[in-house]
């Protein structure tokens, strides 16, 4: 049985009555080959999101705690589902429609370039297994802060990625926001999709000796 986190791999053992040695632990990986290249040195403002637009998600959290961040920061979300509607509302009661732009249906090589230029990417899910999103935000040496659930909290270090707990408070999702900015991504160590294969290979080389 394969799990690519340790969330994960509680949860077959929880909900399947799996053996835990019959879990073995890879996980996902990105193409490194897309995220070859240096993060620009000029001061962005940009935080970034990406995924589906569901309530569960915690989109919200990062438009409310917009306010409390200087005016010149900026939400690219990037994604769509049925939450949309909701926060376009909320970014316009707030009066933040100039400062929340929504985008969909991006070419492939605009979203490395968004991962590349944004500030911070922040995702606030209650439940994610793993999360690619993240994983391609640190490859592109974009900080992240994440929510302190499921799997995301397995990419929390407190250099690259900082964590921020349920429920949600935006003054603390602000100043984690502002601390991760400041930092420089380092010593993340991301699996190639290349790895994956030959993890997988060697299991079930195994599993035929």
Same mark, same amino acid.
């Given at each position: 049985?394969?799990?690519?986190?340790?969330?994960?791999?509680?949860? !077959?053992?929880?909900?399947?009555? =799996?053996?835990?040695?019959?879990?073995?632990? @890879?996980?996902?990986?990105?193409? $490194?080959? *897309?995220?070859?290249?240096?993060?620009?040195?000029?001061?962005?403002?940009?935080?970034?999101?990406?995924?589906?637009?569901?309530?569960?998600?915690?989109?919200?959290?990062?438009?409310?705690?917009?306010?409390?961040?200087?005016?010149?920061?900026?939400?690219?979300?990037?994604?769509?589902?049925?939450?949309?509607?909701?926060?376009?509302?909320?970014?316009?009661?707030?009066?933040?429609?100039?400062?929340?732009?929504?985008?969909?249906? !991006?070419?492939?090589?605009?979203? =490395?370039?968004?991962?590349?230029?944004?500030? @911070?990417?922040?995702?606030?899910? $209650?439940? *994610?297994?793993f999360s690619i999103v993240v994983a391609e935000a640190l490859a592109a040496k974009t900080p992240c802060v994440v929510a302190n659930t499921s799997a995301l909290r397995e990419w929390?270090?407190?250099?690259?990625?900082?964590?921020?707990?349920?429920?949600?408070?935006?003054?603390?999702?602000?100043?984690?926001?502002?601390?991760?900015?400041?930092?420089?991504?380092?010593?993340?160590?991301?699996?190639?999709?290349?790895?994956?294969?030959?993890? !997988?290979?060697?299991?079930?080389?195994?599993?035929?000796?």
């Amino acid at each position: 049985i394969i799990s690519v986190s340790n969330y994960e791999k509680g949860l !077959l053992i929880k909900d399947f009555g =799996i053996d835990e040695n019959r879990i073995w632990l @890879v996980p996902n990986g990105i193409d $490194q080959a *897309e995220f070859i290249g240096e993060k620009g040195l000029e001061e962005s403002q940009t935080i970034l999101y990406v995924g589906r637009l569901e309530q569960y998600k915690g989109v919200q959290y990062i438009i409310q705690a917009l306010p409390l961040l200087g005016d010149d920061y900026c939400l690219e979300i990037v994604g769509r589902g049925t939450y949309k509607a909701e926060l376009t509302k909320l970014a316009d009661r707030l009066g933040l429609s100039q400062r929340v732009r929504f985008n969909q249906f !991006l070419p492939r090589s605009e979203l =490395i370039k968004m991962y590349f230029q944004a500030a @911070v990417l922040v995702l606030l899910s $209650q439940r *994610e297994a793993f999360s690619i999103v993240v994983a391609e935000a640190l490859a592109a040496k974009t900080p992240c802060v994440v929510a302190n659930t499921s799997a995301l909290r397995e990419w929390v270090d407190n250099r690259n990625c900082f964590g921020v707990d349920y429920p949600i408070d935006v003054a603390q999702l602000a100043e984690a926001i502002s601390k991760a900015k400041a930092k420089r991504v380092t010593d993340v160590k991301l699996w190639d999709w290349d790895d994956v294969v030959r993890e !997988l290979e060697h299991i079930y080389n195994l599993g035929q000796g």
